[in-house]
């Protein structure tokens, strides 16, 4: 079966990665939109079109990162290729034998949750959600985008062991028992397993990968030139390309390729009007993990010190997405129906922040002895709480308990700055109001000082008031980064960064306003209860 061949636009880094090193082992921790997708579907690729029957693991943490987030950035690439779904290859579905497809080298039983090609290679789905997934596969290579999210003590016992045999189909090739991991730059210990991975990377070996490359096009330049003259090629050279190219093979066999690298490496394609929106759009530190891919460390004398990676947990709706049959156009369209952690007939505990530049609103349920914080949502500059509430009211348009228990204290009382001389409550109320929803408002008072909140929030996350709070990690990415690193000065919150003037370097957007929702939500719901609260329905919570 013939595929079309595009010319492919390649920054420098990819270039590097995938044409010149092409090392065994890749570890690319990079930015927002850097094109970590293109990486994925040129190394995926090579690996189906030159390994024709081998198995590939797709590993993700759970399988709504799968469904929405890798296969789909990588698998648009393909398209744009000419690599058509249904032709050359498929998902979900067993490939009928009308297609004429090769069958792949060792029989798959169930392809519920396969990627097939056309000519016999496969790849399995992955999620670590749904335990088991590896077991009794001996897999070529090994394909682990999002790796942050990866919990790595199970990838360990689970799949990195299945990572093996088969040479006696692949083991001519340098890639095969390859493995691809990607990232951007996580901020917690646990996600940061794979950043060790620079220890195993030996600068000497890829630089001499490169000088070998160069070496084998030097001499390759020279012998179309002899050819276009019309003289044969001297022996010797034909003899030191096999030789460059044999010693080339080796040398990447044996590589571990590690970079950390930046958005801003992909300037050329984004331009840089969008680095700019991203970081008006982003609070700060997530600005800088997810696009300058710093490294950040958390401090462990936070304001938030009880919380521990035991206080986050995953639900995907594994049947939403099983329902959705990789209909990935479907899966783009957000809503809770992907989310396992809500419970539709109950309403939703809602806490803000309301600042100049930028708008929070944190999203809860009580769930036994549980605080569920489902989701998080924020605006930024000219979207303000009108359109926040849009964005909370699409998401949960299939709610069925169409009702919300809005916390809120003094500050909400305000209004100036943001909408004009409404105050914030009112604006949030009329606007659920007008979008058909009822709002239960509870007035929680004052604003509690630091110290009060800071002692009740963390007995909370100890277990020893009535409820302890609980992170959905998917819906609350930028909460987390915001939370897990709010700071500590003279015995309060350390909210400096929010009064600065804004600069290139320090936007206006300030890392604790997402922090200061999740507060009011929390004591809302401890403190004052209005929620029916539910028996948690899974023990993974």
Known sequence: METQHQQVYLNDVQRDIMTVVQARDTILVAGRAFGKGMVHALWNRRNFERMPGSITGFVSANIKRALTNTLPSMLVHWEKWGLKRN??????????KAWGWKEPIFPVQNYENVLSFYNGSV????SQDRSGTSNSQSYDALDIDEAKFIDYMQLKDETLPALRGNRQFFGKHFFHHSTLISSDMPVTKKGSWFLEWDKKCDPEVIDLIRATVYEIRAIEKRVAELQKR???????????????????????????????????????????????????????LTFQTSVLCKRIGIAADGFYSSMTEAHKYSAPNTSYFDNCEYDFDKLKDESSLQDRDVDPKQPLCLGFDYNANIN?????????????????????????????????????????????????????????FAVNS?????????????????????????????????????????????????????NNEDLLVSVQTAGVYNGKKDKRGEKLAETEEDRLESRTDGSDAFDTLCIGCENFPRHKSTVAFTSSF
Request: charged fraction near 25%; hydrophobic fraction near 40%; charge should be positive.
């Open 422 to 474: 409404i105050t914030f409550e009112s604006v949030i109320t009329n606007a659920f109001r007008a979008r058909g929803w009822l709002v239960e408002r509870v007035d929680i008072g004052p604003a509690m000082n630091h110290m009060a909140k800071h002692l009740l929030i963390n007995r909370m996350f100890d277990g020893r008031g009535h409820l302890i709070p609980m992170f959905n990690r998917e």
């Open 87 to 96: 032709i050359h290859w498929a998902i979900g579905i067993k490939p009928p």
């Open 230 to 284: 019309g003289c044969p090629p001297p022996d010797y050279l034909r003899g030191e390309l096999r030789r460059l190219h044999r010693t080339l093979c080796q040398l990447r066999a044996v590589a571990v390729d590690y970079r950390e690298v930046s958005t801003i490496d992909n300037m050329v394609v984004l331009g840089e009007a969008f680095i700019k929106q991203l970081k008006r759009d982003l609070p700060p």
């Open 123 to 126: 790849g399995y789905i992955i």
């Open 360 to 416: 929070w609103a944190v999203i809860g349920q009580p769930r036994g002895n549980k605080l569920l914080v489902l989701k998080s949502f924020f605006v930024k500059f000219e979207r303000k709480l009108v359109e926040l509430v849009d964005d909370i009211c699409k998401y949960y348009r299939f709610h069925k308990n169409k009702k919300v228990i809005f916390y809120f204290d003094q500050t909400a009382k305000q209004g100036a």
